[in-house]
C-alpha cells in the first residue's frame, strides 16, 4: 500500500513521453496527481490510482480556469505541492524557413501557456507554500542550428522562471528548472521527419543554402537519440527533484546535457560552433 501524502501535483503535457511517465512516478510516492491530458483517449491511457486525468490544452483559458477550479474545490481540500510546466512542441528549421505562424505557435504552447498556468496557479501554491517545476532543455543554452525558435521559447521560460524565482522567494514558493538533454520520446522521435518534411517543401534556393545544414543535422540528432535516456528514467530523476525537501534552482537532465552546459558556459561561442559544426 501507498501511503497518501494527503497532496495534489497538476502536470501539464502528461499524455506520453516524460510528462505520463512523470506523472506515474509522482503518483508512486504517493501524491494525487491532476495528469493534463488533451484527448480522451490520452486520458483512458494514463488514469490510475492517485491519477486523475484533466482535459487540459494550456493554451485555453478556460481550460486552464477549470483545473484552477478543481484544485480551490478539491473535496478532500488537500493543498497543491507542485506545479509542473511540461508541456510543449518541437517542430525545427531554419530562421529563414520556418513561417512565423510556427515560431509563434512554440511560443504560445512553450513560454505563453506556461505563464497562464503559473500566473492561475500561484494563489494555490501560495498557500501551500509549493513549487513550480518547469522542463526546459539543454538546447536553452547550447543551440544547435535549425533549432532557434524551440530553443528561443526555452530560453525565455528559463529567464521568466529566473525572474519569478526572485520574486515570490519571500512567499514560500520554489522556482525550478530542469534542462533536459536527449531523452527518448514520440515527440523527439518525430521532430527529424518532420524537419525533413519542411525542408523538402522549401524553395530552391533555400535548398541549396540549408538543404544540407539541415540533413546533417537531423542525421545527428537521430543518432543521439539511440543513445538518449528513456522517458522513464527521466521521469525518475523529475519527481525527485519535485518532492526533495531542497531543491537546487537548476538541474541538467541526462548525461548530454551533464556534458554540454558546463562545457558552453566557459567555452568562446565560436569555439562552441566549430565543435557544433564537426
Known sequence: MIPSKN???????????????????????????????????????????????????????????????????????????????????????????LPLGTWREQFEINLFGHIAMTQALLPALRDSRGRIVNISSVGAEATLPIYGAYAGSKAALESASDALRQEVRAQGIQVVIVQSGGVKTPMAEKSGPLSLRLAAAMSPEHTRLYGELIAATVKFQSAFLTRAITAEKAAARIAQITTTRRPRTRYSLGPDAAFTLPLNRILPDRLMDRIFAR
Do not use: F
Not at 484544485?71 to 510543449?88: E, F, H, S, T, Y
Open 7 to 97: 497532496e495534489l501535483v497538476a502536470i501539464s503535457g502528461a499524455s506520453t513521453g516524460i510528462g505520463a511517465a512523470t506523472a506515474r512516478r509522482i503518483a508512486g510516492r504517493g501524491y494525487h496527481v491532476l495528469a493534463g491530458v488533451r484527448r480522451d483517449e490520452d486520458a483512458d491511457a494514463i488514469r490510475a490510482d492517485l491519477i486523475e486525468p484533466i482535459t487540459l490544452d494550456i493554451t485555453r483559458a478556460d481550460h486552464i480556469a477549470a483545473l484552477a477550479r478543481r484544485i480551490a474545490d478539491d473535496p478532500q481540500k488537500r493543498a497543491l505541492r507542485a506545479v509542473i510546466n511540461n508541456a510543449g512542441i518541437e517542430v525545427n528549421a531554419p530562421i529563414e524557413v
